[in-house]
């Protein structure tokens, strides 16, 4: 019985040993020309990330200089959200059947841009709108368990009323 428990302990301590030296030599950066083209796919917006890192315990994915671009009927010149930082943490037995829930996401000093068109529309309600508009065959769950927003600015422009 003894040699079972030392052997178990030994399997779990490898494992332990390889996810640490996984998160340490592996660069998430290497991937940020593909991550951006797919979250530009899925928002239908521009996107620009900065520096990205991954942390193991708890798992996280974070994000340096996060900017996602207005729809250009809105506004060309200033981004939708502006974030210095992005921290995204998520719970791992899900993601084996195919489902994502996320534990929390961060926003360390976010800018948002509001605005409403002439006609009453927002520029945030045609965020993802061409993904929406084509049916999925892989449908997948998406679950937030807490958001966070830490010294953010919130912009709010109402061109229908013609109020800042």
Known sequence: MRKVGMAIGAVVLVLIVAMVVFAATFNVNQYRSRIQVELEKRLDRKVSLGDMHLGLFPPRFQVQNLSIADDLKFNAAKPFVEAQGLDISIKLLPLLHKSVEISSVSLQRPS???????????????????????????????SLGELAIQDGQVAITDQQARKP
Do not use: C, H, Y
Request: proline share 3%.
């Open 112 to 142: 948002v841009e509001l605005i409403k068109d002439a006609q009453g529309m927002w520029n945030f309600s045609t965020v993802g709108a061409r993904q929406k508009a084509a049916p999925s065959q892989d449908k997948q769950q998406f």
